[in-house]
């Protein structure tokens, strides 16, 4: 804790104290020398501990390096601000999102310190994962939606490129899906297509990206897969529907269309996205119309 023989006024030394967000004075190479309440909570442990060990000590491995680097660029300008966000870890190994302001110290015939300002942005990135995660999701199944879809489909192309492996999709229609609308209402036909995803979601990869990209359309990007695989797991989707998706709908099981599209590891890289999805699209309706027969 500070004391009035570092020069502070009572009501500059309480202000540091009971700030509501953690405080430090360091330094210049970041070790704690004196650390106020809030950021002893935050890092779990008591001031007397945390002194003279590094602010490094308790940033994520991870961010290590670009906390180093960017405590050496403060050390060469002094006078600016830093303000930058990274991980610091508790002494219980809790890692917390944090976002820190640095500035330089100097005073005549004094040591040079630094003063952090350390600020715990927990409920701002879990607001910001969640946000995020809408906008790639499909908010009833909570599959990837088409943007998702696409992105992971690209990046797909481009790691089976480098790494000289192919990738399929596989694009899946529900069979009947408007009569289970028209004869039994849209809740319960929304509780079949998330009931499905469900399914869709237990028979694939923790690689492969399964996404609804319209009503009662499905997607699946296959990494490192070929036809034969693919189509193994069209056999393993049959399977797992054998069982009702809805008890309303125990005399009348769902059944699905399924197409897949193959992508050779030699073309990747030149192949329109586009075409892809077109030829598992053409497969699919294919397969709707031999099932049909």
Known sequence: MLDPSDGLSASQLVGFEFAPVGMAVTSTSGVLIHVNGALSRLLGDQPAALRGRSMIDFTHPDDVPAATQSCVDLNERRSRLWRHECRLVRVTGEAVPV???TSWVHERDEVDLLVMVVDDISERKAIEAHLEH??????????????????RLRHALDRGARQRTSTCVLMIDLDEFKSVNDNHGHLLGDAVLVAFAHRLA?????????????GDEFAVVLEDSDP????????????????????????????FSAGIAHVPSAVALDVDRSRILGEADRSMYADKARRRT
């Open 134 to 151: 809408r906008a790639l999701h499909d908010s009833l199944t909570g599959l990837a939606n088409r943007r998702l879809f696409e992105d």
């Open 228 to 255: 034969a695989r693919a189509r193994g797991l069209v056999v393993r989707l049959r399977a797992a529907m054998a069982a009702p998706l809805h008890a309303s709908l125990a005399d009348k099981p769902i059944q």
């Open 202 to 214: 237990s028979v694939l990869r923790t690689s492969d990206t399964a996404a609804r990209i319209g």
């Open 99 to 101: 976002r820190v302001i």
